[in-house]
């Protein structure tokens, strides 16, 4: 199955889940109806900006938001569309464009997760588009909120069904269905629903429309992660990727294997056992597919009892991991296929023995699965 594919099928996954049940509450309505007493909204509607006086189609990418302290900009201009993200966020855009806003991974229920459609409506009703949108009748009995968007009047909805409370978006412009979902959302997520209002206002306060360049590729952060103090990034223009690590590591990258090359991680010295090690195989795919070397990395530790799991994502692009595998040191390893090229990343020791150790282990692995990111390469 190609990465393509995949995604295509874990977007729709993700998109049926989050409209397979209705939710046990939701987030109490937050405007009241032309005919209720006035109350004050619980989300202050953003204000228009400044661009947006102008039309869409007379602003290009150069009119977006600039990235500020602890956000990355996102730029679709196939669909007309830029907004700001928490750099914390990685995005992963489906075969029909739809954008998938998460943390580490989309199956993370520890933070919220965000959806942006852009849908043609060609003549179309939203009811038509959107299944669950409320009909005219519905709305005008129903307490919703309304907000500026890019310079559209948006409805904004919290009652919609889905696998988690979420809230639901929509504008239209230039006959065009704009949705955006923002799940776990409310007071009963506690701090992730905190974190999901501040993504809600962090999107939409800095949403605008611009010309539609329908061949434009997505614009979604920086290629490579800042570093921040204490951290270093490292660059690996050969193998196609780059990735943050805490100062005090050493990087050679002069290592080869029998099949590809190898990138080792360490602290002073590679034989130093104090500290944790990372080493990263590159080598040809030859057409593998993500599955076909996972079943491979299965069969070859079949008389072990390893830990395997799924669904992880570096830089939007799956990868699967093993727990505790066997060697010379126990160790985890996380595999992905790109560009036709095989990745391994190799974690020592992943041993809760050695708690010290393990503990430096498992701040290197999330620094590294968090910023590991993939080079543009023509």
Do not use: W
């Amino acid at each position: 199955m190609s990465t393509k594919r995949f995604l295509s099928l874990f977007m729709l996954f993700i998109l049926m889940a989050l409209a397979a049940c209705s939710p046990a509450g939701g987030a109490e309505p937050t405007a009241e109806p032309a005919d209720a007493p006035t109350s004050e909204p619980l989300i202050e509607p953003t204000a228009v900006p400044t661009e947006a006086e102008a039309p869409a189609e007379d602003l290009t990418a150069a009119n977006c938001p600039e990235a500020t302290a602890g956000t990355h900009q996102l730029i679709d201009a196939a669909n007309g569309i830029c907004f700001l993200f928490p750099g914390n966020y990685d995005v992963i855009q489906s075969e029909t464009g739809d954008l998938t806003l998460y943390v580490k991974s989309p199956l993370n229920t520890e933070a919220p997760l965000a959806t942006v459609r852009v849908v043609k409506m060609d003549g179309r009703s939203i009811q038509e588009l959107v299944p669950d949108y409320p009909s005219d009748a519905d709305l005008a009995a129903m307490s919703f909120l309304t907000i500026d968007l890019g310079g559209e009047q948006a409805t904004v909805l919290d009652i919609l069904p889905g696998q988690d409370i979420n809230r639901r978006i929509f504008a239209v412009h230039n006959d065009r269905l704009i949705d955006i979902m923002i799940a776990r959302i409310g007071e009963e997520y506690g701090e992730v629903g905190q974190q999901a209002e501040a993504l809600f206002q962090t999107i939409t306060e800095s949403f605008r429309f611009i010309a539609v360049e329908p061949d434009a590729e997505l614009v979604a952060g920086p290629e490579c992660p800042t570093a921040g103090e204490g951290q270093v990034l490292y660059t690996n223009a050969e193998d196609g990727f780059c990735l943050l690590l805490p100062e005090k590591y050493t990087v050679d990258d002069t290592l080869t294997t029998e099949t590809g090359t190898e990138t080792a991680v360490f602290v002073e010295s590679i034989m130093n056992t104090a500290e944790p090690k990372l080493f990263i195989t590159v080598e040809p795919a030859n057409g593998r597919t993500l599955e076909e070397v996972t079943t491979a990395r299965q069969e070859e530790f079949a008389d072990f009892e390893v830990m395997f799991s799924f669904g992880y994502m570096l830089d939007g692009v799956p990868a699967n991991q093993f727990d505790q595998l066997p060697g010379q040191d126990l160790n985890r390893q996380v595999v992905l296929v790109h560009n036709d090229r095989f990745y391994t990343l190799t974690f020592v020791p992943d041993d809760p023995g050695m708690p010290e150790v393990y503990a430096e282990m498992q701040t290197l692995y999330d620094l590294v699965m968090d910023s590991f990111s993939f080079l543009n390469q023509s």
